[in-house]
């Protein structure tokens, strides 16, 4: 089973930018989903975007839609999330998850409960 591993949150102004990364280690990264969910204190967990296999589909949740990027990088066992023009209400606790990738739904992308595998999260505080 794959060991995840998130660095990058911090404590950031509205409106500036925080790149966060999933450093994947002990299973074949290339074959995995990878995804991002959030979670604020008091609220449950939320997903933000998903990356297949290959990088070939991308998903966004629409509170994210064109502010954060999803990326992965296979030779570096890396998932990348570049967000931009952070707001207040993304403060939260950022996990990445894994999944094995092959013949996914798009449902299958979405749902926490469908990864097998989670880091131990990082902390974004964006303040206003």
């Known amino acids: 089973q794959v060991q995840l591993v998130e660095s990058g949150g911090g404590l950031v102004q509205a409106g500036g930018s925080l790149r966060l990364s999933c450093a994947a280690s002990g299973g074949s990264f290339s074959t995995y989903a990878m995804g991002w969910f959030r979670r604020a204190a008091g609220k449950e967990r939320e997903f933000v975007a998903a990356?297949?296999?290959?990088?070939?589909?991308?998903y966004y949740g629409d509170s994210v839609k064109g502010r954060f990027t999803i990326s992965r990088d296979d030779a570096k066992n890396t998932v990348l999330l570049q967000m931009n023009s952070l707001k207040p209400e993304d403060t939260a606790v950022y996990s990445c998850?894994?999944?094995?990738?092959?013949?996914?739904?798009?449902?299958?992308?979405?749902?926490?409960?469908?990864?097998?595998?989670w880091g131990q999260g990082t902390q974004v505080t964006v303040s206003s």
């Open positions: 998850a894994a999944r094995y990738g092959i013949g996914l739904t798009y449902y299958q992308y979405l749902r926490a409960h469908e990864y097998n595998s």
């Open positions: 990356i297949s296999v290959r990088g070939t589909l991308i």
